[in-house]
């Protein structure tokens, strides 16, 4: 969901967001304000409906409508019904909002993938169902079950050899980008070599041109009486030819220039071949991010297949326990003790190694991103740090603070990978209390994930700001020496520092 405006409510002016792509930050010695914008949106998605003044605005088809507006809420439904995601998760997704348990929940559901979501579900319903009255029977439940588990498998059995193509379509592109590449520079080298060349021999020329230009004249003034350069006699007779030589040595050397300076000119533009490979190279790495995350959601449906497999397995091993392989009747005429006892052991069982398989890969993935982010300098100290931060623990410095950075890009990178158009993604955890390299490493990737969402807004101190700022690509900046506080929008990136450093 597209962010277009941050309103505090009269607090400090509106934050436009209208136009931002890229890794913007929000750059402010104190947290007075973004605290500000963060409450605002915290409430307005806190209560939904409420048509609270200040919410932050939207796009929703195009339109900018407010957060929890009826627009609003029934485009989120429609879009987190397929993903399996729901309304607070994905407030956990999209800036933060919640609970650890609520973040953990919402990485769960991304990486189960929204049928095995489904499923967990229901398994739950029936576990909730069992020990009273049921409208419907085990039977029918587990003939249902295993149904869909069926379905799943046939529907995402080609996923794995989907897979493997993406993979050897984005090893193609990513030779061809490198070839093209590799063309660019030595192109690029060419044009610079030759556009010097061109400037160094014009240069040249009109040095000699202004030299012979003194010559004739003072040849034409001196006429016969001036003596020869080399002999210091009068020229004489010899005074028409000299000048005659001269004069035409002076045309050709006016006429060589003229020809270096349209070549000079000509060479200020890059080449057109040039231009078409640089073109060419952004097509083939638009493919590549496409191709990217084709294959995240690829890789979602593989994780979707092994999960529909297990419960597969685990409802075949149910159904042959209750004598239910061949039909569905057998369970009918167990009695209901027997029932109820088998069928919650086999559930139970099957809800927690779903449940358990999900925390497991989020684990994984969290784990590599720490990693990642700290080149390895966390590895032996994440079992804990992470489990104490699962049960409660947000307390801390640094080391918490890059835990739930990764927690967070994990969180957006499944999103993504899943198909939600997430388009903004809000950090509001300062970024001060990184240390200089792992500071640096965060900013990369988050960089990174901006190019996959469209726009990540973070808070940034001004020491942060100034320490890396060819790694954002905006900043909004809090002016205090106006009346009132007021937020000023600068252009940042590599691009923008390489041209005012020359």
């Known amino acids: 969901m597209r962010l277009l405006e941050l309103d505090p409510n009269g607090r400090v002016m509106p ?20 605290g500000s914008y963060m409450t605002a949106l915290h409430e307005a998605f806190r209560l939904p409906g409420a048509a609270i003044p200040s919410a932050p605005t939207v796009e929703v088809a195009g339109e900018a409508e407010l957060l929890g507006s009826p627009p609003f809420e029934a485009d989120l439904a429609s ?8 309304r607070e998760e994905y407030g956990a997704v999209w800036f933060g909002a919640g609970s650890v348990e609520r973040w953990l929940g919402a990485g769960q559901a991304l990486v189960q993938g929204p049928e095995a979501t489904r499923q967990a579900t229901k398994i739950r319903a029936i576990l909730d169902e069992l020990p009273g009255r049921r409208p419907r029977s085990p039977a029918d439940w587990l003939e249902q079950l295993i149904d869909e588990a069926l379905g799943d498998t046939e529907r995402l059995g080609g996923s794995e050899e989907e897979l493997r193509g993406l993979e050897e379509r984005l090893r193609g592109l990513r030779g061809d980008a490198a070839e093209v590449a590799g063309d660019i520079e030595v192109g690029l080298m060419a044009w610079v070599r030759e556009r010097q060349d061109a400037e160094t021999r014009l240069l040249l020329y009109r ?3 202004r030299e012979l230009r003194k010559r004739l004249e003072a040849l034409e003034a001196g006429g016969a009486d001036l003596e020869c350069e080399i002999c210091r006699r009068p020229l004489a007779e010899c005074h028409e030819h000299v000048l005659s030589v001269r004069s035409e040595e002076w045309e050709a050397v006016v006429q060589d220039g003229r020809w270096w300076r349209r070549r000079r000119d000509q060479l200020e533009y890059k080449p057109d071949e040039l231009k078409d490979a640089e073109g060419r190279l952004l097509e083939l790495e638009a493919e590549i991010d496409e191709t990217v995350e084709a294959i995240e959601r690829m890789r979602v449906q593989i994780r979707e297949l092994e999960m529909a497999r297990v419960r597969l397995q685990h409802l075949e091993a149910l159904a042959e326990r209750m004598g239910e392989v061949g039909s569905a009747s057998a369970l009918d005429d167990r009695s209901a003790g027997e029932e109820d006892g088998s069928t919650r052991e086999r559930l139970e069982e099957m809800h927690e190694d779903l449940a358990s398989s999900a925390r497991r890969q989020l684990r994984e993935r969290v784990h590599g991103k720490v990693v990642a982010l700290t080149d390895g300098r966390l590895i032996g100290a994440f079992p804990t740090l992470y489990e104490d931060w699962s049960e409660g623990g947000r307390r801390g410095g640094g080391e918490v603070s890059i835990l739930e950075l990764a927690v967070r890009i994990c969180l957006a990178e499944l999103a993504l990978g899943a198909g939600l158009p997430l388009e903004t ?13 792992d500071l640096l490493r965060a900013l990369v990737e988050l960089g990174r994930l901006a190019r996959r969402a469209g726009l990540v807004l973070v808070k940034a101190t001004e020491e942060v700001a100034s320490s890396a700022p060819e790694r ?13 506080p007021r937020v000023t929008r600068q252009r940042s990136g590599v691009g923008l520092i390489y041209l005012r450093a020359s």
Not at 79 to 86: K, R
Not at 472 to 484: A, C, Q
């Open 15 to 34: 934050l436009s967001l209208q136009g931002a792509v890229g890794l913007a930050g929000f750059v402010s010695r104190g947290g007075v304000e973004w």
């Open 79 to 86: 879009t987190l019904e397929p993903i399996g995601l729901s």
């Open 207 to 209: 040095d000699r041109e």
């Open 425 to 437: 993604v809000v950090f509001p955890t300062a970024l001060d209390r990184l240390n200089e390299e």
């Open 472 to 484: 954002f690509d905006l900043l909004f900046k809090l002016d205090r020496r106006t009346e009132g």
